[in-house]
């Protein structure tokens, strides 16, 4: 069983920053693309950055210049460093990860998510 964990949320004033990491364990030789989502309440979840195993990223526009996605295969760990945070910004993060599980079939995982507040 593949599992992500989330660690990192809380509560920052508006223009701070904050940093999260996800953690994948379980039975893993290699990860795909890995990524954040995040929900506000009342919406739907919204890409927010994927990262590809090789490191080519894609950010949304509403947080480009000021959250930057890294990767650390070696520890299958995904972060996000996030600077500059709005009150727009607050959601529940969640982390996203692609890894095969026989050759050519990729299977999702979901991370249970981490509360990102952000206060004006």
């Known amino acids: 069983q593949v599992q992500l964990v989330e660690s990192g949320g809380g509560l920052v004033q508006a223009g701070g920053s904050l940093r999260l990491s996800c953690a994948a364990s379980?039975?893993?030789?290699?990860?795909?693309?890995m990524g954040w989502y995040r929900q506000a309440p009342g919406k739907q979840r919204e890409l927010v950055v994927l990262i590809t195993r090789g490191g080519t990223t894609n950010y949304a526009d509403s947080v480009k210049g000021r959250f930057t996605i890294s990767r650390d295969n070696a520890l299958n760990t995904v972060y996000l460093q996030m600077n500059s945070l709005k009150p727009e910004d607050t959601a529940v993060y969640y982390c996203?990860?692609?890894?095969?599980?026989?050759?050519?079939?990729?299977?999702?995982?979901w991370g249970q998510g981490t509360q990102v507040t952000v206060s004006s």
């Open positions: 379980g039975s893993i030789s290699v990860i795909n693309d």
């Open positions: 996203n990860a692609y890894i095969p599980i026989r050759p050519g079939i990729l299977n999702e995982y």
